[in-house]
């Protein structure tokens, strides 16, 4: 074919779908002691979702937070439809049309839902008082849409963690938007909200909106993106077509080498009965559950958000009161009414939710490691700033924390590394039974592996471990044996070296 002047109707669309929305030119932006990105360039087509991936703290949420007005650059430009822009804040980036769907939750707890969908841009009546009724209409509407269960008058306090995600993700549609970011959207949904998360995220690209998708999950992105641009150190490593390349590839571009494959589980060395729970129950959360737990030994406890893994933690924490049954350490029953009961008893749990139960955001990375110490040993009082230094020293390096020094507060820490100091609080008590609640969410795949086979060496070392977990390869990974957990009751139990995929997901689905 000769080329021509004129372009037929799909042409021109092809042409308009190749140029790109947004153009991110040489961006660069330093924090104290950090070089966050260094010259990034990034770009996103109309209709396009390009996956932006990076080991923790390789600067991807900045990069976002940059094109959303919450961080200024040094250098660097943006051009959204060929148009060269600047984003004082957020909100001129919302009428801009770029929005941005942060990856640590920013809604108002006090508030209703309505009232957070439509922050800073609440309808009025002619007199300037809220018109509430079109306020819990529209809010409504976009409920709807979205398929949430809950109402647009419900408090955000009483909402679980993964409804008030669906709010942001509702907040981002009440502006027309022209370009979506999700920063780890999934890392709290259940697979019945990531389908619809999915389905929003096809609608939006049929109306030729751009959007960046930030994930650790592997699957997600080679599900969901068209390219997939890799962040190393703050720099770009690479930007590939995801038809055209691997997981392999583009783990490599991350973390400069493959991943070695499961890690191995620890041979023989399984002793004596560390925990055991007989007939335990609570309310309607669990019913009956009734396990043991070793020395030596990792348990998985597999099943899916909401069938009472959480709240069975949390009671052998002593952050619940069971209505039945019982708790043994070491062969003894006893009676756990505190956490700091269950830190003298020997057992630490390091919880999914790290900024509502694990951290204390303003504090150093330091002292929020020693802070579980000092809540077991408050007989004691104080502990000496050496030795705090030398917990600090010790887990930053076994977890490779990535952080710029011990006195960075954890607030500025990127999302996984404040999941590692979680794992270093807890890890640091020296518990002989250590229950983590989803320990890898949010976290690098090579992080994922170091944490694996560091759950692996902590047993090997005699600790009982418990990993609760809604990733069936983590569960398989780093188990010896599996519990399976169905609706608050213990489905079923399994060696984990001889267990098939589908006898788990049988068994977590109530088959
Ligand atoms: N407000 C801030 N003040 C100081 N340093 C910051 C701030 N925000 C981020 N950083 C640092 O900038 C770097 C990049 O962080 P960023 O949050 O962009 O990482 P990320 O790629 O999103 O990681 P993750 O996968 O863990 O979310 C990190 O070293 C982080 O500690
Ligand atoms: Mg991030």
């Not at 023989?268 to 129950?281: D, P, R, T």
């Not at 949390?314 to 952050?319: K, R, S």
């Not at 030398?390 to 887990?395: L, M, S, T």
Request: proline share 4%; with cysteine.
């Amino acid at each position: 074919m000769t080329p021509v002047a004129h372009h037929t109707q799909s042409e021109l669309d092809d042409l308009k779908a190749k140029a790109p929305l947004l153009v991110l030119d040489g961006v660069t932006k330093t924090f104290p002691g950090v070089k966050a990105l260094d010259d990034v360039s990034f770009e996103v087509r109309h209709g396009e979702v390009h996956a932006l991936l990076g080991e923790n703290g390789a600067g991807k949420s900045t990069l976002m937070k940059v094109l959303a007005g919450n961080h200024q650059a040094e250098r660097g430009q943006v051009h959204l439809e060929g148009e060269a822009i600047r984003v004082a804040n957020p909100l001129e980036a919302k009428k801009r049309g770029i929005v941005l769907i942060h990856q640590e939750l920013s809604l108002v707890p006090e508030m209703t839902v309505a009232e957070n969908i439509f922050l800073g841009s609440l309808p009025t009546t002619a007199l300037g008082i809220v018109n509430w009724r079109t306020l819990f209409d529209r809010a409504g509407r976009i409920l709807d849409q979205l398929g949430c269960r809950f109402a647009a008058s419900d408090k955000v306090d009483r909402l679980s963690i993964a409804n008030r995600q669906m709010v942001e993700i509702a907040r981002a549609l009440v502006f027309t938007p022209k370009v979506v970011v999700f920063d780890e959207p999934t890392a709290s949904l259940t697979d019945a909200e990531k389908v619809v998360l999915f389905d929003i995220i096809e609608r939006l690209k049929e109306q030729d909106v751009g959007i960046v998708y930030i994930s650790h999950r592997m699957d997600e992105i080679f599900r969901l993106s068209d390219r997939i641009t890799v962040l190393r150190d703050g720099q770009v490593s690479g930007t590939l077509k995801t038809a055209e390349t691997t997981e392999d590839e583009v783990t490599r571009l991350m973390i400069g080498r493959s991943l070695e494959g499961r890690p191995a589980a620890a041979p023989g060395a399984i002793g004596e009965v560390a925990l055991e729970l007989k007939g335990l129950s609570c309310g309607d959360l669990f019913r009956d559950v009734s396990f043991s737990l070793r020395r030596g030994e990792v348990v998985g406890m597999y099943g899916l958000i909401g069938a009472g893994r959480t709240e069975i933690a949390e009671t052998i924490f002593g952050l619940r009161t069971p209505d039945a049954g019982e708790i043994r350490v070491h062969g003894e029953v006893v009676q756990i009414a505190s956490p700091p009961d269950a830190i003298r008893h020997g057992i630490a749990l390091a919880p999914e939710s790290r900024k509502e139960q694990g951290l204390v955001l303003g504090m150093s990375c330091r002292d929020n490691m020693s802070l579980a110490q000092l809540e077991g040993v408050s007989a004691t009082g104080w502990l000496d700033r050496g030795a705090e230094q030398a917990i600090y020293d010790e887990y930053a390096e076994r977890l490779a924390l990535k952080s710029p020094s011990w006195r960075t507060p954890v607030v500025n820490l990127s999302g996984g590394n404040q999941q590692k100091v979680v794992l270093g609080k807890w890890l640091s008590t020296r518990p002989e039974i250590l229950i983590v609640d989803e320990p890898t969410r949010g976290i690098d795949v090579g992080s994922k592996s170091e944490i694996h086979a560091l759950i692996r060496r902590l047993a090997a070392s005699g600790i009982a471990v418990l990993v609760i977990s809604s990733e069936m390869p983590e569960v398989l990974g780093v188990s010896d044996r599996i519990l399976a957990l169905y609706h608050g009751r213990l489905a079923a139990e399994f060696d984990a070296a001889s267990v098939t995929e589908d006898a788990l997901v049988q068994a977590i689905s109530g088959m």
